[in-house]
């Protein structure tokens, strides 16, 4: 029979290997590497313990071992060395049982060793050493993969002496540039700029400034604002401590950017180091800003607006909850070898997730919020489009053919539970911001604006559904009011189209919200929400996206869904169609460094009268 010790090893060996599959491969929670380290402390014990599997004879004609599995066959040998007919019978006791035999020169032989058992199972086998210090080895392996994962990264690489600049918001007669310099060598530290050669503008450098002291109390960065620089235009930066850099001003509100016929901006969410685990790789390497910066020279994007998730400070593990664990997270992003060529020439802007504060963060300004927005703030925010208000944490800018809110969803919001989704006490922005937002889809735009972006960092569809408390399908009082003045936008008929865009959920989808039938809204008022990401994380087998019923008479349509793949992006790209009275919307998805779908939206048309009409002329 089987002992207990070798159940345990078997057991124990199946469980390293899976969970530790599912961590490498398919989600790195912080739930699982407690589970592997008890396995594999069962593992090692009950290994060395485990007794040789079923030590009886094959072949014999007593009821009790025949046809049974055995690890031993019974052979005469005679004087020759040759095997004979057994004539005696005599009894063995083997590992507690009594066994017969007809021959008292029975000589007990083991069959040779279970490879394919001891590989796949993690058994010790008794006849190779070689075969079990092999499946020792594989779980072994595995487990220290466990821990390299968890604390190389955290403890090894703290890049607390990261040199670097970034571009962050770029208007189009401004730029915000940071700086950090933690070498106190080189400071004071003098920055410049001028016109690229070749750009029409003075090409001379002129002095935008010095910093003489850099501290720890903002993590030994400064930032720079540049003003009164010409829309359209390239420009070089420089920093006395030897970095260099470059950035084009954007197109004024209401014009594309000339020599391509379109304006392009990028979006996705959610980066974590080092996944999918290659244990070869840098623990800093970001695979997903591989494939971005292979596409980056290609689709001449003004900038990424990336939808947060920028750390996991939770995943593997947390580490504390001060200001410094948090800033280090920042910092080692930032020290990736694939962070340079995916920021150089693009500039990006954030807003902020759960995962930059704790996972599905409903507490407002609790602690850990105030140390999880030091670094939010200082490499962030300081860097972002203009407030929305004063102080605020939600921004809004126009560029070129759109405008763009870039909402806050977590530190206004109200706790998940108990309040019911449709309760209208209970907010996703607070009060103040979602009267903001609601001005904004109000306002009129500037003459050549088509196009509205509502920024959240958490799906506005309530499609998905796994953890959809998370999402703005539990607060769905407060988005029937954002709906309905969205699709007020294309009530209004000055040819204004409603986008949102969201990430959080590591899928794809595209999402419409026709307005509900018989109402007062025409059909081409229907807002469409592109949801994206991860841009460097894992992604879940089992499918979270389906349509359901509607919400009293909202319906939600899927237009496109993709789970799979570890990195995804979109380039959203728009133009002009006939002569400019309308505008056109391109969706590009990207998953793995391969574009894999495109979409085509029309804004509604600039007329006005009844929804009836609109449609007539929009179908």
Known sequence: MISYAAVATALSSLIIRVVAYVFFRWIPGHQLPPIIYT????????????????????????????????????????????????????????????????DPHVKWVENGPHVLRTLLLGLPTPRSSLWSLLTLSINVLLVLGVVDVVYRGPMLYQSHDISFTRVGFVSDTSAKILIREPNTAQVPIYFSYRGAPGSGVDDAWKSAGQVYWLSKETDFTTSFTLTKL???????????????????????????TPGYGKFTFLTSSCIKPRFPYNPFSHPLTIPGLKHLAKWIPELHASFMLFLGDFIYIDVPRR?????????????????????PAASDS?????????????????????????????????YHSSLNPPPALPNASYFQFTQGPASFFLMDTRRHRSPEYPALARSPDKTMLGATQLSSLLVFLKREEPEGVKWKFVISSIPFTRNWRLNSADTWANYLHERRLILEAMWDVGLRGDGIGVV????????????????????????????????????????????????????????????KYAPDGNSKFGAV????????????????????????????????????????????IWG
């Open 230 to 256: 010409r829309p359209l235009t390239n420009y070089q930066y420089a920093v006395s401590n030897n970095y260099t850099g470059s950035f084009m001003t954007a197109p004024p509100a209401g014009q594309m």
């Open 346 to 378: 693009l500039p990006w802007l954030h807003v902020i997730d759960d995962h930059e504060i704790a996972n599905d963060w409903d507490k407002q300004n609790a602690d850990p919020y105030p140390a999880a927005t030091d670094p939010w703030n200082i």
């Open 500 to 559: 949102v865009l969201s990430g959080d959920r590591h899928e794809f989808a595209a999402t419409a919200f026709p307005p509900p039938k018989d109402g007062k809204w025409p059909i081409s008022a229907t807002v469409h929400e592109f949801s994206t990401s991860p841009l460097s994380m894992f992604y879940l087998p089992v499918r979270s996206y389906w349509e359901v019923l509607g919400e009293d008479d909202v319906e939600e349509v899927c237009i």
């Open 39 to 102: 396995a594999a402390l069962i593992y090692i014990t009950s290994f060395m313990v485990a007794p040789i599997l079923n030590r009886r004879p094959a072949g014999m004609k007593m009821g009790i071992v025949e046809n049974e599995k055995c690890e031993l066959q019974p052979v005469r040998l005679n004087g020759a060395g040759n095997k004979s007919k057994s004539v005696t019978t005599i009894e063995i006791k083997i590992n507690g049982r009594v066994y017969k035999s007809k």
């Open 573 to 616: 790209e728009l133009e002009e169609v006939m002569g400019g009275e309308q505008g056109l919307l391109r969706f590009r998805l990207f998953v793995d460094g391969v574009e894999t779908w495109d979409y085509v939206l029309m804004t509604p048309p600039a007329v006005g009268g009844g929804g009836r009409g609109k449609d007539a």
């Open 319 to 339: 580490f504390g909850t001060d200001a410094e664990t948090y800033r280090r997270e920042y910092r080692q992003v930032y020290s990736s070898p694939d962070w």
